[in-house]
């Protein structure tokens, strides 16, 4: 069974700190995924990875920025938090797309900005 | 620019009858779609998908319908149980890209 981790289930930031979301993948699929949810808005992606160091920008990554170092653990980072970006944060990773398999979804990261 | 879209925000169905969730899409390079189910606080969990080759698929009490030409899908989920009630979303990608591209979701109530 895919497993996917998110560090935190619940974090409260200050406006203007760094803030750093930690995602591990445990079946080695080769894409992993970060994105927001929120009501109304439904699952908005930041930004995606289909590989190593390898980094594409999706529908709203202004201020934010990733990391993947390896193969299964991918980072979002909040370069300096702001109150519109309380939300709810979701890893998800997938195999290749040849495969037609689904994402897997982590719990979810309730991040609060004051 | 909204490319998979639900339209009904909200659905309230008795215990023991069908449940049907609609999602419209507007890219018809989309060829895989899939529904997910999430309860609050959770990651969305994976129901059911299909292909494009195909019109339905079942996996137990949920069975997914696709209309390519009125680029429609729906969920149908029966009998419906008090368990069901959750945000479903409908979501959609292309055979070259690895992105998925989601709905707004449809908060569905299964009265007992």
């Known amino acids: 069974d895919v497993k996917v981790t998110q560090s935190s289930r619940y974090l409260v930031k200050r406006t203007g700190e760094k803030v750093f979301l930690e995602c591990v993948q445990d079946?080695?699929?080769?894409?992993m995924f970060w994105y927001r949810q929120d009501p109304g808005l439904g699952l908005r992606l930041i930004y995606f990875?289909?590989?190593?160091?390898?980094?594409e920008k999706g529908d709203i990554p202004e201020g934010y920025s990733v990391s993947r170092e390896k193969k299964e653990r991918f980072s979002l980072i909040l370069e300096s938090a702001s109150t519109n970006q309380t939300s709810m944060y979701l890893c998800?990773?997938?195999?290749?797309?040849?495969?037609?398999?689904?994402?897997?979804f982590g719990n979810g990261t309730r991040l609060t900005v004051t | 620019d909204q490319q998979v879209k639900q339209n009904s925000p909200s659905l309230s169905v008795q215990e023991g009858r069908i449940s049907i969730l609609n999602c419209d899409y507007t890219?018809?390079?989309?060829?895989?779609f899939l529904w997910y189910k999430k309860y609050p606080a959770e990651g969305p969990t994976f129901l059911i998908s299909?292909?494009?080759?195909?019109d339905k698929n079942e996996d137990g009490r949920f069975t997914v319908f696709l209309n390519k030409s009125a680029k429609h899908l729906s969920l149908h989920i029966v009998p419906s149980q008090p368990g069901d009630s959750a945000v479903y979303f409908c979501?959609?990608?292309?055979?070259?890209?690895?992105?998925?591209?989601f709905g707004t979701g449809t908060s569905l109530t299964v009265i007992p």
């Open positions: 998800a990773s997938s195999q290749e797309v040849y495969d037609n398999s689904p994402l897997h």
């Open positions: 079946m080695d699929h080769e894409n």
């Open positions: 990875s289909y590989d190593v160091k390898m980094k």
């Open positions: 890219n018809s390079m989309f060829d895989y």
């Open positions: 299909i292909s494009s080759i195909k």
């Open positions: 979501a959609a990608r292309t055979n070259t890209g690895n992105q998925f591209y």
